[in-house]
DNA sequence: AGCTACTCCTGGTAGC
DNA sequence: TGCTACCAGGAGTAGC
């Protein structure tokens, strides 16, 4: 599922074929793709707009689409973005298509259909609160330290709150927490300053490295928007390798669950809160 | 505050 | 081979 470095990826790939561009026409496919407003709302809404900017926060994308007036997109699960040449045939699974004046097109392609493209004034009217982003001057360590001796919570559910921090998803909280050693269920506020430190450094550094190699492509779902996978996948170190050995120790890695979330991790490397291995 | 349960979706896969 | 049942999960919401 895409998280940040996904999103980031794509946000990077599809921009300098969509600056300086102008929306001329929208395409929808799925109505609930664009949110509440009708489909003919947002085609009369969108047209003529000129994309200014795109940028991402979290998960999102926004594309500035002249005063007052932007799209907020989120990929959830299966979405994906691309810009297609004039002429070339419309993807499979398109739900929304916007023609750009150079005869391009923009598609909002999504198999699940839990992504969104919304057309606001603000981004702040799509946007819930949201954390800060863990790769701005902003997220620095004194910063965490603090923010986790505040939080009673597990540090799965914990790291997977927007509103705590933006842009993790399950993949990189299960890779982050490995690599600082630290157990899914252990609380925020139990943490020593050095284990929060390392939490820290380890979100920065495995974030760096997977939005360098663009991204992670587990499934047949995530691709870049140029068509290709993603390359991070191949350094996970608990994600998806259930009963594989890990790379630091040899123990098997085990999944369990929580918070309904599939939860990966080295039962010898990450100690349970209770300082025993988890059973 | 923070937990669980539920909802939205459908391709892939396990099991028969 | 062909069918059914179930799983994956980000995030919003409801209820406790």
Redesign the pocket.
């Known amino acids: ?1 895409p998280e940040l470095p996904e999103v980031e990826t794509v946000a990077r790939l599809i921009r300098p074929r969509l600056l300086g561009r102008r929306i001329v026409d929208a395409r929808i496919d799925w109505p ?1 793709t664009v949110g509440t407003m009708s489909p003919a709302s947002f085609r009369k809404r969108i047209a003529g707009s000129p994309i200014d900017r795109v940028w991402r926060r ?2 999102y994308i926004v594309f500035d689409l002249g005063p007052r007036r932007c799209l907020v997109g ?1 990929l ?2 299966t979405g994906r973005m691309q810009v297609r040449e004039p002429g070339s045939e419309p993807s499979p699974y398109v739900k929304v298509s916007l023609a750009l004046d150079d005869g391009s097109v923009f598609e909002f392609i999504d ?4 992504g969104r493209l919304i057309l606001a004034e603000e981004p702040d009217e799509v946007f ?1 609160k949201l954390g800060p982003e863990p790769l701005s001057d902003e997220f620095t360590a004194a910063w965490f330290r603090a923010a986790l001796k505040r ?4 540090l799965k ?1 914990l790291l ?1 709150d ?1 509103s705590f921090l933006a842009g993790l ?3 990189y909280v299960d890779e982050a927490l490995h690599a600082a050693r630290l157990h899914p269920l252990r609380h925020a506020d139990r943490l020593t300053g050095k284990a929060a430190d390392a939490l820290h450094a380890a979100i920065r550094a495995i974030l760096e490295e997977a939005i360098e190699r663009e991204g992670s492509s587990f499934d ?1 779902f995530y691709r870049t928007p140029e068509g290709q996978p993603g390359d991070y996948q191949h350094q996970f170190q608990v994600y998806g390798r259930t009963g594989k050995p890990c790379r630091r120790c040899e123990a098997p890695i085990r999944r369990l669950v929580v ?4 939860t990966h991790i080295c039962a010898r490397c990450q100690r349970s809160p209770r300082g025993r291995p988890s059973p």
């Open positions: 599922m609930r979290g998960k989120h959830r699960m198999v699940r259909k839990f819930p939080r009673s919570r597990a559910p997977l927007q998803g399950n993949i047949t918070g309904q979330r599939g």
